[in-house]
């Protein structure tokens, strides 16, 4: 069998489902194995896509070429163990596990072995996705943007460096969920406002997708857009008071600290 063109995903849960549909749409002919433990979800993903399963990752690890290594930290250990009796240095391993460094998985491996630490978000589901990726110590010419362009198949890719990654982790791989609070809220207070829920529910979604793409399209600085829409005496400017007053842009640089900071503990041992 042909490994080195065949994708194993070791964790088929939401992010890994993401990166499978992405690629799926994205390469229709790549091969692509899944090792999962619960049953329920092979069921689910087999009725979705097109996949072949394998009973264990290091049973995967001899199949394939490239490894997703999309567990939970907290498992990441005993999976990075498992592997180092089947990953060697023609392996490219690319590991979305949240906190957890290179050089502390590169610590499983008797060998070299050639990983990426990569960190998406949940909106690659629908190909909106923004990933960060860092480097291993024992990567080979190639690999970087090798695993840059699988990984581009659900939104944009940007190369950091590793000690930026668990800022990332705090700010896009946690953001989407504070994204989704501020239009739950402004949805809420629509409602209060007098709307029906599926009118405000609707206005909030177009508003925060309309405001980013502007944001995007003109390259401007935030704060300058946001000055543009308070008038003097108007509106918004009551409305940015009730923000301040509130504070709501300290509340949100502490989600992406605390996210971070408790990202640096999931990779403490």
Excluded at 232 to 258: N, Y
């Amino acid at each position: 069998m042909e490994t080195q063109h065949t994708i194993g995903f070791i964790g088929g849960g939401n992010m890994a489902e993401a990166l499978i549909k992405g690629l799926s749409a994205a390469h229709p002919g790549l091969k692509l194995r899944v090792a999962e433990i619960l049953a329920s979800r092979r069921d689910y993903l087999a009725s979705r896509y097109t996949l072949q399963f394998n009973a264990d990752a290091g049973e995967l690890a001899r199949e394939c070429g490239i490894l997703i290594l999309a567990v939970k930290p907290q498992t990441a250990g005993s999976v990075l163990d498992e592997l180092s009796r089947a990953v060697g240095d023609d392996k490219l391993l690319i590991s979305i596990v949240a906190g957890l460094s290179t050089a502390a998985m590169e610590k499983h491996f008797s060998g070299p072995v050639r990983i990426v630490r990569a960190m998406p978000n949940t909106p690659a589901l629908v190909g909106a996705g923004a990933t960060a990726i860092c480097a291993g110590s024992r990567l080979l010419p190639g690999d970087m943007e090798r695993a840059a362009s699988l990984l581009a198949a659900v939104g944009p890719v940007l190369r950091v460096a590793e000690a930026q990654m668990d800022g990332v982790t705090g700010l896009s791989g946690s953001g989407p969920a504070y994204v989704f609070t501020l239009i739950e809220a402004l949805a809420d207070g629509g409602v209060q406002e007098g709307l029906p829920r599926e009118t405000a529910a609707a206005l909030a979604v177009q508003t925060v997708l309309g405001a980013a793409a502007l944001v995007k399209a003109t390259g401007e600085h935030p704060a300058l857009l946001r000055d543009r829409v308070c008038s003097p005496g108007g509106t918004t400017m009551r409305g940015m008071q009730a923000l301040e007053e509130h504070g709501f842009r300290h509340a949100v640089r502490e989600a992406v600290r605390q996210a971070a900071q408790r990202s640096r503990e999931l990779g403490c041992p």
